[in-house]
């Protein structure tokens, strides 16, 4: 029984990805076409955010306020915190503008949200149904990494894409564990949302961005290694 759940939340996943992608690719390029910039992008997403809420039940997006009752738990959400801020450092992006920014917020409020209950909660539950946790952890994570290669169509070089498909897939295998821990995509949702958001309107200039990769890459790897720990695993299971 458990195996035909997963093999059709598998199924559900993937056309969800594929229609994800191509949303975004239509939007950027009538953005493109209509002087638009992300707008086009954002509106498409959202669409599908909607259509996503409505049609899944809650649990099968991973909607489900996570309990906090055991403040070790608490620890799961800090690295997440600190990967946003983190991106401040370098202050906001020079001549961004209130509109940059009111049209980045609009755009990662749907990325954010879409690639979190899609990766996180259709894609991990059927995988973890089929193949055990573990299996749904790594393959959620490297997922959501190497989706991250449709960024070449954005101008990306090969370099700055292969950084961020290693990051991506380090934090994408981060929130994967949090996602096992909590049963809950909320976090990671709204974590999702802020370090997208935060990324597009601040300083990305070519020296800046390798030193924040690096920093992101770190401190996603460290906490995987912890997270991993036997010792955290048995207190957090204790609520």
Known sequence: MHTD?????????????????????VGDALGEAYGMGSVITALLVLALAAVLVKKHAR???????????????????????????VQWVAGLEPGIGAAGVGEAALLMLGVGFVEEVVFRGLLF????????????????????????????LRGYSASQLAAQIAVAIAVGILLSLIMAQTRSSIAGAVFHILFNFSGTVTNQESEVQGILLASLLVISLVSVVLLLRPSLQKKAAVS
């Open 59 to 85: 649990k099968e997006l991973g909607l489900i306020i996570p309990s906090l009752s055991n403040l070790q738990r608490w620890v799961y959400f800090l690295p997440l915190a600190l990967m946003v801020l």
């Open 125 to 152: 539950q059927a995988i973890e149904r089929t193949g055990g946790t573990r299996r749904a952890v790594i393959i959620s994570g490297v997922t959501f990494g190497l989706g991250h290669i449709v960024n070449l």
């Open 5 to 25: 759940q997963g093999k059709k939340g598998l199924r559900r996943a993937l056309i969800a990805i594929f229609i994800y992608i191509a949303l975004v690719n």
